[in-house]
């Protein structure tokens, strides 16, 4: 249901995935939206272009939630191509393989290539004639009308230019309001910066990533399991692939930067990954390995955060702009989202009135986003070194198990976080914690007693209790 058009208009800076649903979600809303991006349009960009990156993503509940609430039709078409996953695959060194379900009853994540899903979400904005998404132009300045009530003045030059460049004009546009999707290096929150008294940090944690595809096998078939997000655990890095639709997989591999530059010839990185991943060179490829380690980008990792998020009703930040985040738990892309869902009920309970809905998101928002920045920083140790200890699956199956017993009383922290959508993630991660210290609680109780009850008895007390569980 589209709302009655109203008289104000909104700029979104930045094409990407939460800009791209942003401007859906406001022209739906009845507001005249314009969307500017840097780059050029990718639809008319070079597939050769060795300097592209094709970052899979996992799309769970709260993405998916946020873009059914946005438009149920549209979401059908833009997330048509998904591969669910339903499970982590664990490769150990020796090439054996393990399945770890993501939840008790068949939930999935689900992968789809980035670039792809942004191109559906552009081809939707092409038919929407509330929308007018102007490329190749890049913010420069963000300034505010005082005399016409604080409103927005955006300044953009053409991307085909130096910006110093006489024939390279500034232009200016007025807005009713902003909305900045403008990426982990945002603009539009440099800009907003110099307005409000920003709380704002940025970290980049040592670890580096780069692609590589596994394609698909004969006949276009999968090599690997495509239920599965598989990953090759090992402590200081790790290996991971996702599926494609196409019977490929793409596949990352995360490390510190020390190593990749120390793995700076052919025969040093086929050593390390003969040592280190043997399994995956003949699913690669041995010189598409060799090339990517050569050629292709290696991604920096940063999270940052901020508060508040807004300047009056006049500007606010979301996405990536406003918390970007390491990838460990795949939740960047759909927290950008849910800040879209998030957002919008709040001008609906405002009656649109920005000022109180862009303060009440400032206010309440920021404990759910520093809460998921920080558990996807702490979830990359548990995906490169924990998955593939005991600890780690007693812990889950005694988790598991109460799961199954208490219900929703007892939910899972990764079933909180990606297959819910109606738990705010500080709760979630509370509520994660409280049952963490309950498990460990559990695991030493077990032992005292095992104790307690004499050295003799208490292993076999011990390894029954894990034995009882295992089977449940
Ligand atoms: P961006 O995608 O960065 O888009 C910002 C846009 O703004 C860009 O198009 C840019 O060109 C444009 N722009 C920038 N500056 C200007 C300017 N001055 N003027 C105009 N336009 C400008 N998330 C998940 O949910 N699940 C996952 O599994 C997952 N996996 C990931 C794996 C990796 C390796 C990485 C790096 C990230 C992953 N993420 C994942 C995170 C996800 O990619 C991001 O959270 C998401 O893309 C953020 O979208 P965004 O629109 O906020 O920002």
Request: with cysteine; proline share 4%.
């Given at each position: 249901n589209s709302y009655e058009p109203r008289e104000e208009s909104v700029a979104i800076i930045g094409a990407g995935l939460v800009g791209c649903l942003a401007a859906l979600n406001f022209a739906k809303l009845g507001y005249y939206v314009t969307l500017f991006e840097l780059r050029d349009?990718?639809?008319?960009?070079?597939?050769?272009?060795?300097?592209?990156?094709?970052?899979?993503?996992?799309?769970?509940?709260?993405?998916?939630?946020?873009?059914n609430y946005v438009d149920l039709e549209m979401s059908l078409r833009v997330l048509s191509k998904i591969v669910p996953m339903r499970a982590r695959m664990v490769h150990d060194l020796e090439g054996n393989q393990k399945s770890i379900p993501y939840g008790l009853h068949g939930e999935t994540i689900n992968s789809i290539d980035r670039g792809f899903l942004n191109v559906e979400l552009l081809n939707e904005i092409d038919m929407n004639?509330?929308?007018?998404?102007?490329?190749?132009?890049?913010?420069?300045?963000?300034?505010?009308?005082?005399?016409?009530?604080?409103?927005?003045?955006?300044?953009?030059?053409?991307?085909k230019k130096k910006d110093d460049d006489i024939s390279n004009p500034i232009q200016s546009y007025e807005f009713d309001f902003v909305v900045g999707a403008d990426g982990a290096y945002s603009q539009t929150r440099f800009q907003l910066q110099k307005f409000i008294r920003m709380n704002f940090e940025q970290e980049y944690i040592d670890t580096a990533y780069i692609e590589l595809v596994i394609p698909p096998g004969k006949k276009n078939s999968y090599q690997l399991d495509p239920q599965h997000l598989h990953i090759w655990p090992r402590e200081n890095f790790m290996l991971m692939a996702m599926p494609n639709h196409d019977g490929s997989f793409t596949s990352t591999f995360f490390g510190p930067w020390d190593l990749l530059k120390n793995l700076n010839n052919d025969e040093k990185?086929?050593?390390?990954?003969?040592?280190?991943?043997?399994?995956?060179?003949n699913l690669i490829g041995l010189q598409k390995l060799l090339y990517a380690f050569k050629y292709h980008p290696k991604g920096a990792l940063v999270c940052t955060f901020c508060d508040p998020y807004n300047y009056k009703g006049k500007c606010i930040i979301i996405g990536d702009a406003a918390h970007s985040m390491?990838?460990?738990?795949?939740?960047?892309?759909?927290?950008?989202?849910?800040?879209?869902?998030?957002?919008?009920?709040?001008?609906?309970k405002h009656n649109f009135t920005t000022e109180l809905a862009f303060q009440e998101y400032s206010e309440t928002?920021?404990?759910?986003?520093?809460?998921?920045?920080?558990?996807?920083?702490?979830?990359?140790?548990?995906?490169?070194?924990?998955?593939?200890?005991?600890?780690?699956q007693i812990r889950k199956t005694i988790d598991n198990l109460l799961y199954r017993i208490l219900g929703d009383k007892?939910?899972?922290?990764?079933?909180?976080?990606?297959?819910?959508?109606?738990?705010?993630y500080s709760e979630a991660i509370r509520r994660?914690?409280?049952?963490?210290?309950?498990?460990?609680?559990?695991?030493?109780?077990?032992?005292?007693?095992?104790?307690?009850?004499g050295y003799k008895y208490s292993r076999s007390l011990f390894s029954s209790f894990t034995n009882m569980i295992i089977k449940s």
């Open positions: 349009d990718p639809r008319l960009r070079d597939t050769t272009d060795k300097n592209l990156r094709s970052i899979n993503l996992a799309v769970s509940e709260r993405g998916i939630k946020s873009l004639n509330n929308i007018q998404i102007l490329f190749g132009l890049k913010l420069v300045k963000l300034d505010f009308n005082k005399k016409n009530n604080d409103n927005p003045i955006v300044y953009f030059q053409s991307n990185v086929l050593g390390f990954f003969q040592t280190n991943f043997p399994d995956s060179i390491v990838p460990f738990y795949g939740q960047g892309m759909n927290c950008g989202f849910e800040d879209v869902r998030v957002l919008t009920d709040l001008l609906k928002r920021n404990k759910d986003l520093i809460a998921i920045i920080n558990l996807a920083k702490e979830n990359y140790k548990e995906m490169s070194q924990r998955v593939n200890t005991q600890q780690f007892w939910l899972p922290l990764y079933t909180m976080v990606s297959f819910r959508n109606d738990i705010p994660g914690r409280k049952q963490y210290n309950i498990i460990t609680g559990i695991q030493i109780g077990v032992a005292t007693v095992g104790i307690l009850a």
